[in-house]
């Protein structure tokens, strides 16, 4: 294998996928890159076996070949060196990498050894716009569960029809996008880790295209493709969990709501992150309390378009985390029914995003 | 206690001697923040009893008083308000913090419990411009050691005399800055932990207090006043250590060796940092090699006006800290003589700054 690539193309690729691989973990391979050559392109992959990424960057051959290196000591080294061209020549076992000022040779492994990414069988395929995905993807990702013992939780579900529905929920707190998108999807269920690596890797424009089996699933652009296994189970209907009527409404600015919840959050460290929440009609406002048994309380309010009156005490942290997910809001709408139903959270000018906080006992 | 700050003040206060309390430690009441009333100005202070920091800031003041309360929570939250007028107010145990939007009360502790600043005994004092100590502190700080077993070496040795001098050394490495001040002083060994402290909250311009005695000393600017008790033991006489004569000499861009050296630091993290550097005068080169025994090696090279040929290995480390501390360098010298013996490092323009680095057994 003898090559040329530019720093930048050869550390853009290595950053993309390098977090891929691990070196904990029993295959020692897992923790480097593989090389590959193929025409004017140069591969760069990594894998943990669950997610796979591959970047393709352009390349001077002059001799095909493969091989596999350490991820995180050459992904350091090309971010070290100064940009312009880098030869990349496999001598035996060794990795030779030469600049003008700098000559290091990396130890390498044989791609042989490498595991296969695994392909998508099947030619299930749709193609959506980078940004609307990757906006959809970074709005509900969040709310994903982290707990192993409930898989199915841990996914990301995406659903077809005449809308593509995209959701995540941990059991305490839901998200749910809409992207007006009229495509032929069986609903499945994508691992949140691989989700948060497409978002890391993505680029912001362009098309993407995502290919998908009963096992696995494939998002593909011109510089990238990331490969990820499918978590098998049925998603929770949570459809009716989504309340449609509300004895209290709140509409306030996105701003005002987050600025109290942020400095109330504060004060519900001790409690975890429990804060109440009250909507006044005839004060015309919204206010967050919250009490540090040892240290203090704090009251936060804002004026807000209140129909009906009430509170209801919920995780601060699910709030921020809701809010933080309408970045692109200006007003919030804020509903509720009793004190132990789920609050809904949604940007008051559009209705294709939806949060839905259970509340705590209070 | 009832009185008027703003909350860029106060946030600017906080954020200077919160960082002091801890909540570690037997005396809680030492993870809080003391307020003071005098005049017109609001004094903030926190202490862990090595180290007190106060600052003075403007205040509208109704009602004298003094209280503590917890530094991090109120840290935390008089930088999450808007910028504008806050009304502190003490209401019995409760310190009362309102704004038009936001209204909490903290638990506070009477002042009385709060230790007094210890205050600097004699009248032994000299000022200087702040830039011209923070400039020389933060340059030899660094070299500082950390081990508790040899206090004398945790400290930052100062000497007055016809130049005021300025020292660190771990026993590996040593950083020494003479300042054009003739100051009586005699020697006194500074924690480096008060010193790391005073450069974070010092303001860049303006004159700087120092007061001394035998066990303590305090800096003092309109703003902010700190004092630290000093350590007590006679400091190594370093001065032999340096050497002057070099069989090996080398003067190389800053930059250039810079950039050469992270580079094979990167290979030398398995080698506890061990890097050998060689400078070549038939060549006119200094270069750099490195290795990883499992992952591969590494030689960078920039040309250098060489005097003398020769290789010395050292840890990468203290080099990058010797080139950190002078990034105001255009060129480096280098020197050194036999493989044993110390290396010396400086700004090729300049003699007020030497660190010197003892090599490693190659």
């Known amino acids: 294998m003898k090559l040329q690539v530019t720093q930048e193309n050869l550390n853009r690729a290595l950053n993309a996928v390098a977090r891929v691989a691990s070196s904990r973990g029993t295959l020692p391979i897992l923790a480097n890159v593989a090389l590959k050559t193929s025409q004017n392109r140069l591969s760069v992959a990594a894998t943990n076996l669950d997610v796979a990424i591959t970047c393709f960057i352009g390349a001077k051959i002059s001799q095909e070949g493969a091989t596999t290196v350490p991820a995180r000591l050459t992904q350091d080294f090309i971010a070290s060196l100064p940009s312009g061209v880098i030869d990349l020549k496999l001598d035996g076992t060794k990795l030779n990498i030469k600049t003008d000022q700098y000559e290091s040779t990396i130890n390498s492994v ?3 050894d490498f595991p296969v990414m695994p392909k998508v069988s099947g030619s299930k395929t749709f193609e959506l716009p980078v940004d609307k995905l990757k906006g959809a993807f970074g709005q509900v990702v969040g709310a994903a569960g982290s707990d192993e ?3 199915v939780l841990t996914g990301i579900y995406l659903a077809g029809g005449d809308k593509l529905v995209i959701a995540a929920t941990d059991s305490y707190r839901l998200a749910e996008k809409t992207l007006a998108e009229k495509i032929k999807l069986t609903p499945i269920i994508i691992p949140s880790s691989a ?3 497409l978002l890391r890797v993505l680029p912001d424009a362009g098309k993407i295209t995502v290919n998908y089996s009963d096992q696995q699933i494939s998002f593909s652009t011109d510089f990238i493709e990331l490969t990820a296994r499918l978590i098998d189970g049925n ?5 009716n969990l989504i309340p449609t009527k509300f004895t209290t409404k709140a509409i306030v ?8 919840t942020k400095v109330s959050s504060l004060f519900a460290r001790e409690s975890a992150g429990s804060i109440t929440i009250n909507v006044d009609d005839e004060a015309g406002n919204i206010s967050v309390h919250s009490i540090a048994s040892q240290l203090g309380e704090n009251t936060a309010s804002a004026t807000a378009e209140a129909t009906g009156s009430g509170s209801i005490t919920l995780n601060s942290r699910y709030l921020l985390d809701a809010l933080g997910a309408m970045s692109d809001a200006k007003d919030i709408f804020f509903g509720f029914n009793g004190k132990l139903e789920a609050v809904v959270v949604r940007n008051n000018d559009a209705s294709d995003f939806t ?4 509340p705590l006992k209070s």
């Open 149 to 151: 013992t409930r898989p």
């Open 235 to 239: 998603y929770p209907p949570y459809q």
């Open 253 to 260: 600015a996105r701003a005002d709501l987050l600025n109290i």
């Open 110 to 112: 044989s791609a042989d």
């Open 195 to 197: 989700v948060s690596e």
């Open 355 to 358: 949060y839905v906080i259970m």
